[in-house]
């Protein structure tokens, strides 16, 4: 396949940036998305010029690390994969495509493609966990869990902190991160003893940060890799509102 | 004489951890916030050891090169977590666990540190689940249980097909705490470029921020290595990206022993490689081996016609299909250890029975699973992994079986490392996949994770106190110190000098010419010859690196080429010795496969009587043939035999 790149390219955090126009020619439908730009890249250093700068790292769709808006949508054309998921065959030969990295105020590029997100640590450090250090911990099979509870904390439990949400909610909020955070713990026996102070932390530590208000477009749901649902937003609120009330 | 002390406590096996821990030295509480460690890696192995440490008073930094800890390559561990629990009530046992991982490790592993590691699986379980990971449980609400290789219990604790992932943001979870405390601090896109010593012992690290491209320096009374293994030195492996072996490498050469490099375990079940474009290979977890058969077509002319795609796999009818683990290896069938099932699908496909376009591929198939158990079953089991597959691949695993061939997957060897997980250099310990400790020759499916957790939360936080406890009266060093200032030189010389090459041809060239001398000599049939000729062309291909190399751009902001320059470097060199401890090693053991060594059914032929040892290289500088050193391994408490899984 024969394809055009229209990139953003941006020097560093304060610079301005601007789109590039690439041609890679003789792709492989099998190839992968970042496969392609890896070869792009090889093509642009063979020329002297300085490769585009993009995250990456497993490959397989569960770091969260890779994050192209590719053709106005956050991981691209195809359902329920990350861009290092996405081939090429989901393209047409002689397709333009754009490729642009997350936008967000709580998000800053820091290169090209390259985005800093170190909010989403910030809100997990803000109360995403169950607080138990090292040791003196019961017997695993001492707290039975029902079935159900613990298939739904696991589908809450899933998300690879990537923020396609973000990226793909006009607001910029991180609503889906943080209630699938909250919603796996608040399903789980072990997470109910904090769940009280952990949503009012962490939702507080979302608002500081400069993310957007959710207004329930769902834009998130269906844009995010690993389909986490809108349900716990949902829980989440009535946490919340629990939580404020008492 | 050996310099090597492993320092493995005395008494009975099964009693020298308690020992152990009953008689070490501890640091008391005022002492521990005088204390800094350093540790390098947020994988399972850094995270649970800084949140522990974190948690336990004593001040920590931790470092990874990704934007958050919770990236690091163990997120992508797929099939399960070991620990002998015995909660299905079939026989498992601390013995037996420890049995199955001594043998599963071609008797080449250190009893009383897989004994420890066997003993404290249990509390990892436990821990894990305090903490929230959402293991699958079975209708009762209580913890399920699946098999992996090598092993005739189920002992195999999972979360889907995304075990790593959760029991890693387990850890994250953890140490987010520990950060949030001030107990760490968290030090992200930062890559340790060198070790520093200070008299002799690790005193800190120099560090290069990948967004600014400043170098740092900072100080630690004890420096922790978890920075993972070294499989990508092969180019394609299923490792991450950033996956590499720069920091066991700097330690190596500033005098931390490596202990076993060819112990590299190529793994069974990958997608097979497709493309010369490809960057990585993706695993296909080994829990699909519970219900999954793996087949060639019985005729050579049926294989043939299927690489031509004059035939499709669901045309070969039963009778004509060659499920040739189950044939060889009848007691264990689908079930054998990693290397032994790699090994039998590289023999049938170098026969020509292969199929797949390439003929490197064998069938793993699901028809009959899904007769049996319905295929609602199948896809709760796997369903993100069929996915995976058909994404890739494009092609329906439940309709047709999935193409697999064996991959480079996960290395043995790594840094020697004695009972307290303290490496030859004094102050400076290992943990996780960097280590050489607990798996031999060859790591049985879902030990990996439990090494990195046990390490982190239940071996270091206790080992470090006995070295530390003789700190105490050391205050903080300054990074003004003379040793901290030449180490900082040596590296922005080592990085001045891959920018100034100049040459024509980028990392990723090398790197793959590296992969391709390591895949062809260094891979899974080696022999004398092969291994010699491997160790020239690397010796060249580092020639042609140092002139022919070209790094775009500049060391300040951001440069991944340079990243990856650095680790390249050091692969290179990492290849060469990975050869040269295959070439010593006149033997077939485990993940070492020698073909002057096998019985004559096919089989890896050990030589205890030459080679029952760990094989620690000492660095003795640049372009110098490296010392090997052995430490004895003695086996009281098992039985050594030939591995018999029929
Ligand atoms: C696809 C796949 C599936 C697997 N499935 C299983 C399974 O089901 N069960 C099982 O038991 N095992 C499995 N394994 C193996 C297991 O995942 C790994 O062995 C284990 O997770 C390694 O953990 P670690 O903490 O030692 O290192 P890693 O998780 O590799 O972490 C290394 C860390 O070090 C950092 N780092 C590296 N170099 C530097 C540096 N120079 N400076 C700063 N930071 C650095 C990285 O950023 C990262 O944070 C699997 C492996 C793969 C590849
Ligand atoms: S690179 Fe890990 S999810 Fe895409």
Redesign the pocket.
């Known amino acids: 396949m024969d394809l055009t790149l229209e990139i953003w390219r941006q020097e560093n955090p304060k610079a301005k940036g601007k789109f590039e126009t690439y041609k890679v020619q003789n792709i492989s439908p099998d190839c992968s998305f970042l496969e392609m730009l890896d070869i792009l890249n090889e093509s642009l250093i063979d020329k002297v010029q300085l490769p585009i700068n993009f995250d990456h790292d497993c490959r397989?769709g569960i770091c969260g690390m890779c994050s192209l808006y590719i053709n106005g949508r956050p991981h691209g054309p195809d359902n329920e994969v990350t861009t290092c998921q996405l081939h090429m065959r989901k393209f047409k030969d002689g397709d333009t495509i754009t490729i642009e990295p997350w936008r967000s105020k709580a998000f800053p590029i820091i290169k090209d493609l390259m985005i800093n997100r170190n909010a989403f640590d910030q809100i997990i450090q803000a109360g995403g966990y169950i607080s138990v250090t090292t040791g003196g911990v019961p017997d695993a099979n001492s707290i039975p869990i029902n079935r159900n509870d613990a298939e739904l904390a696991m589908d809450a439990s899933a998300c690879i902190g990537c923020g396609a949400c973000v990226s793909a909610c006009k607001n910029a909020s991180a609503m889906l991160f943080v209630a699938a955070k909250v919603s796996q713990f608040a399903l789980l026996p072990q997470g109910k003893i904090e769940a009280k102070d952990r949503v009012k932390a962490m939702v507080a530590k979302m608002d500081e940060l400069g993310f957007g208000n959710c207004s329930n477009t769902f834009a998130c749901e269906a844009e995010c890799p690993k389909k986490i649902s809108v349900s716990n937003i949902a829980r989440m609120n009535r946490e919340f509102l629990c939580a404020n009330i008492s | 004489m050996t310099k090597l002390n492993s320092k493995i406590p005395k008494g009975n096996l099964a009693d020298k951890w308690t020992n152990y821990k009953s008689h070490q030295n501890l640091v008391n509480p005022p002492n521990k916030p005088k204390l800094d460690i350093i540790v390098?890696?947020?994988?399972?192995?850094?995270a649970s050891a800084a949140a522990s440490l974190g948690a336990m008073g004593f001040k920590v930094k931790i470092?990874?090169?990704?934007d958050s800890?919770r990236r690091?390559?163990?997120i992508?561990?797929?099939?399960?977590?070991n620990a002998s629990k015995n909660y299905p009530n079939d026989g498992d046992s601390v013995y037996r666990l420890f049995y199955d991982t001594i043998k599963g490790g071609d008797y080449r592993a250190r009893e009383a540190n897989v004994y420890r590691l066997a003993e404290v699986s249990g509390s990892i379980i436990d821990q894990c689940v305090a903490q929230g990971v959402p293991f699958a449980r079975d209708y009762s609400g209580l913890l399920d249980n699946r098999s992996f290789g090598g092993a005739q219990v189920s002992r195999t604790f999972y979360a889907r097909g995304q075990?790593?992932q959760q029991l890693l943001l387990g850890a994250y979870g953890a140490l987010s705490h520990q950060i949030k405390l001030g107990n760490v601090k968290l030090y992200n896109r930062?890559?340790?470029?060198d070790l520093v010593l200070v008299e002799g012992k690790a005193r800190g690290i120099i560090?290069r921020n990948v967004v600014t491209g400043e170098l740092e320096k900072h100080f630690g009374h004890a420096v922790v290595i978890?920075?993972?293994?070294y499989g990508n030195v092969y180019f394609l492996s299923?490792?991450?990206m950033?996956?590499?072996s720069?920091?066991a490498w700097q330690i190596y050469k500033k005098g931390a022993f490596f202990a076993n490099p060819s112990y590299v375990q190529i793994h069974p079940t990958c997608i097979p490689v497709h493309g010369d474009y490809q960057s990585k290979l993706t695993?296909m977890?080994?829990s699909l081996r519970n219900d999954g058969r793996i087949w060639v077509p019985k005729n050579k002319e049926d294989a043939e016609k299927i690489r031509k795609k004059q035939l499709k796999a669901n045309d070969i009818k039963e009778e004509e299909r060659d499920y040739f683990l189950e044939r060889r290896y009848p007691a264990f069938g689908n079930l054998v250890p990693r290397d032994v099932a790699s090994r039998a699908a590289k023999e049938r496909c170098d026969a020509g029975f292969g199929v797949g376009n390439t003929g490197l591929a064998v069938y793993l198939d699901f028809a009959a699973a899904i007769k049996r158990l319905g295929k609602d079953v199948i896809e709760e089991r796997y369903g993100n992994l069929f996915q995976m597959y058909e994404k890739i691949v494009d092609e329906n695993p439940y309709e047709n079986p999935m193409m697999i061939y064996p991959a480079v997957?996960?290395t043995m060897g790594g840094v020697w490392v004695d009972y307290e997980l303290q490496t030859t250099i004094e102050g400076l310990f290992c943990?996780?996949?960097?280590n050489f400790s607990d798996h031999g020759a060859n790591r049985l499916?879902?030990?990996?994770?439990?090494q990195?957790l046990s390490d982190g939360y239940f071996v270091l936080p206790y080992t470090i106190q006995n070295y530390l406890s003789k700190e105490i009266k050391v205050p903080r060093m300054s990074t003004d110190l003379p040793e901290f200032n030449k180490t900082l030189e040596e590296v922005k010389g080592r990085l001045n000098k891959l920018m100034s090459i100049s040459g024509n041809k980028s990392v990723d060239y090398f790197h793959k010419k590296l992969g391709h001398i390591m895949w062809e000599y260094v891979g899974m049939g080696r022999t004398k010859e092969g291994l010699s000729k491997a160790v020239e062309l690397i010796r060249e291909l580092k020639k042609d690196y140092w002139s022919d190399l070209r790094v775009p751009g500049d060391m300040n902001g951001v440069n991944t080429e340079l990243e990856k320059a650095t680790r390249v470097a050091d692969f290179i060199e990492l290849g060469e010795l990975i050869a040269l401890d295959a070439l010593q090693r006149n033997e077939s053991c485990g993940g070492h496969f020698r073909e002057e060594y096998q019985t004559p059914e096919g089989e890896a032929l050990r030589n205890d009587n030459d080679f029952m040892f760990v094989g620690a290289w000492e660095y003795k500088g640049e372009d110098q043939m490296p010392e090997l050193h052995k430490e004895p391994l003695n086996y009281e408490a098992i039985e050594v035999k030939q591995r018999d899984y029929k």
């Open positions: 397989e | 390098v890696g947020t994988g399972l192995a850094g470092f990874c090169i990704s800890p690091a390559h163990s992508a561990a797929q099939g399960g977590i075990t790593g930062s890559e340790m470029l560090s978890a920075t993972g293994g299923t490792n991450a950033n996956s590499n720069s920091a695993l977890s080994e997957h996960y943990a996780g996949e960097a499916g879902a030990s990996a994770l439990m990195g």
